[in-house]
């Protein structure tokens, strides 16, 4: 059973549509972050969201943390092929030592032309 | 590039085997992270050091060891490889003071 719980598994879309993916735990959690993984590639960290309830807007992207630190998704405005990725959701839960960084599965987005 | 480097990119080597990965974290950074990923796993945390101790394990076997030497760099020892340990072996470094973690390129790792 994975800590970290992503929602949908894939998703494939149109140029110009919009999209969400979630993230959600049992665990409260002192911070969340979001990565996005191209083939071949580590992943790379796109946003840090450590205050429940705290949005955080990167261009197209927004980032929401829950309030009560066990969720968090991600919305994707007007998708465009450069948002293709594997996008991973990764945190360290309150109680666990300060170092153990956990991922979700991933959630797999393809947006076609 | 996000400056931690992993060598060597490909290994192909048979079951019963040993192997060694290597990571050079980010200059100045004193944290190592070693994480596994398969289509079947995912990513899943093995373990981590910090300035040369080792701080946080996760689902590491018993078969694999790790270490983060005096010049911060660290590697993930595997032994008595099975088919199964196939996968995509990631280092991941950070500062320490914040929660960023920069990821390698990986070590594509095929057992035969």
């Known amino acids: 059973t994975q800590l970290l719980e992503q929602s949908p598994q894939f998703l494939s879309i149109q140029e110009g549509e919009n999209l969400t993916v979630y993230c959600n735990s049992s665990?409260?959690?002192?911070?969340l972050q979001w990565y996005r993984q191209e083939p071949g590639e580590g992943p790379v960290l796109l946003v840090t969201?450590?205050?429940?309830?705290e949005v955080k807007k990167l261009k197209r992207l927004t980032f929401q943390f829950g309030d009560a630190r066990k969720d968090s998704s991600l919305h994707i405005t007007a998708a465009q092929p450069g948002d293709t990725g594997l996008y991973l959701c990764a945190g360290a839960r309150a109680t666990d030592s300060w170092g153990k960084f956990q991922f979700g599965a991933g959630t797999q987005v393809v947006v076609t032309p | 590039d996000s400056g931690v480097t992993q060598t060597p990119k490909h290994l192909i080597t048979a079951t019963g085997q040993r192997v060694t990965l290597r990571c050079s974290p980010r200059s100045g950074d004193l944290s190592v992270y070693w994480y596994q990923q398969s289509l079947d796993q995912g990513l899943q945390f093995l373990i981590q050091y910090y300035n040369g101790e080792e701080r946080a394990k996760g689902n590491i076997l018993e078969r694999f060891s790790a270490q983060q030497f005096p010049d911060l760099h660290s590697e993930l020892n595997l032994s008595s490889l099975e088919l199964g340990d196939s996968a995509l072996y990631f280092c991941?470094?950070?500062?320490?003071?914040?929660?960023?973690?920069?990821f390698g390129s990986g070590t594509q790792l095929s057992v035969l």
């Open positions: 991941a470094s950070r500062t320490g003071t914040d929660e960023k973690l920069f």
């Open positions: 969201v450590v205050t429940g309830g």
């Open positions: 665990s409260v959690f002192s911070s």
